[in-house]
């Protein structure tokens, strides 16, 4: 039956696991921090059910889905995640900004096990965590104390910090956001990090981490990490028919292949920048023809669009519906960028000041 030290040989495999972080995993045992039921892939993993399997999957390398929905009911919703003990080496990628001696605030304490990591190392008093969700706060509590440690826990808006326990030398968000806070500066020593997930609707991932210097804090963007939106900032969710009712768009031609967004994450990213608050969903034909639809919604739900992609075309087809052409602006975000040169991601710069948030070239 898997155990601790089969997660621990997976990650030393993979070149994950530190010699720094090496003691806090092997202490901490993640099954204090995965409840009995949990989503991986697209399955249902049952302690009842199967035991081994459950284990197995508890010391895997992979993310588990905990909470959907907020834990709201979902009938006639779409379920999409909102909670998840994330993948261990993805996890300890963004912990090598750590040091010892560190004062830590963590954005987003989950289910706790990132806070044990960090709290085994670190001290219960060096680690301060918060979470939003009153339900995941008391859930992250129970199994911190289950595996014997008692960070600084807070339940609260992950958004505005924990100035109280201010000012810490790291703050790391489990988390997206699309607009970092001022706060998370204003409580960040000079001279130490943040490290968060960022993006848009458009195109969310990318690790921002920035340095905090004279009150403002400066970085870029890089990997390819998939976490849960902030609650606050998240983008919309639904079905295609939350969108489209049958309504007559706009019809006209475009001549750019829809699938270069879908497939280069540099060009994605740059649109993103411009088009923060619609998303893209590529559905391919069920028929084999290799045709596609490219649909845009608009977080509001007010604007759709679409790209009738076909093989041997240099032509497509596009429809647009609602107040904005989204299409038009995701297309006009492209060849601006095109026009630059096609800048890769880790050329762009992110400055968060008292102001707001700006990225450029």
């Known amino acids: 039956m898997s155990s601790p030290g089969r997660l621990l040989e997976i ?53 588990l889905i905990t909470q959907h929905n907020d834990g709201r009911a979902t009938a006639g919703q779409v379920a999409f995640p909102t909670c998840s003990t994330s993948m261990p080496s993805l996890m300890l990628a963004m912990a090598a900004i750590v040091r010892d001696g560190d004062a830590v605030l963590e954005i987003g304490t989950g289910t706790g096990y990132h806070a044990a990591w960090l709290a085994h190392r670190l001290g219960e008093d060096r680690t301060t965590s918060i979470e939003t969700d009153k339900a995941l706060h008391d859930i992250a509590r129970d199994n911190l104390a289950r595996a014997g440690l008692h960070p600084h826990l807070v339940c609260g808006d992950g958004l505005a910090g924990v100035p109280e326990r201010a000012r810490f030398d790291r703050t790391i968000a489990t988390c997206t956001v699309r607009d970092i806070p001022y706060a998370w500066v204003e409580q960040t020593a000079p001279g130490g990090t943040i490290l968060t997930p960022w993006g848009s609707s458009f195109h969310s991932y990318s690790f921002a981490t920035l340095t905090v210097r004279d009150g403002r804090a400066t970085g870029g963007f ?140």
């Open 11 to 63: 990650l030393r495999n993979k070149g994950a696991l530190t010699p720094e972080w090496a003691p806090a995993v092997a202490a901490v045992d993640r099954a204090h921090f995965v409840p009995d039921t949990f989503e991986v892939g697209e399955r249902t993993v049952s302690r009842s059910a199967d035991e081994a399997e459950w284990r197995r999957m508890v010391y895997a390398d992979l993310p």
């Open 222 to 361: 890089s990997g390819r990490p998939a976490f849960m939106w902030a609650r606050q900032q998240r983008r919309s969710y639904g079905r295609i028919r939350d969108w489209y009712h049958g309504e007559e768009g706009e019809r006209a031609t475009t001549t750019l292949d829809p699938r270069v967004l879908e497939e280069d994450p540099d060009a994605r990213f740059a649109v993103g920048l411009r088009v923060r608050d619609a998303w893209p969903l590529l559905c391919p034909a069920d028929d084999g023809s290799d045709e596609a639809t490219y649909w845009l919604f608009d977080d509001a739900r007010s604007s759709w669009a679409t790209v009738e992609y076909a093989p041997g075309r240099h032509t497509y087809e596009t429809e647009q519906h609602g107040p904005r052409r989204l299409w038009d602006e995701v297309e006009s975000a492209y060849r601006d960028w095109t026009t630059e040169g096609s800048p890769t991601r880790d050329r762009y710069r992110i400055t968060v000041t008292a102001e707001g948030q700006t990225v450029s070239l």
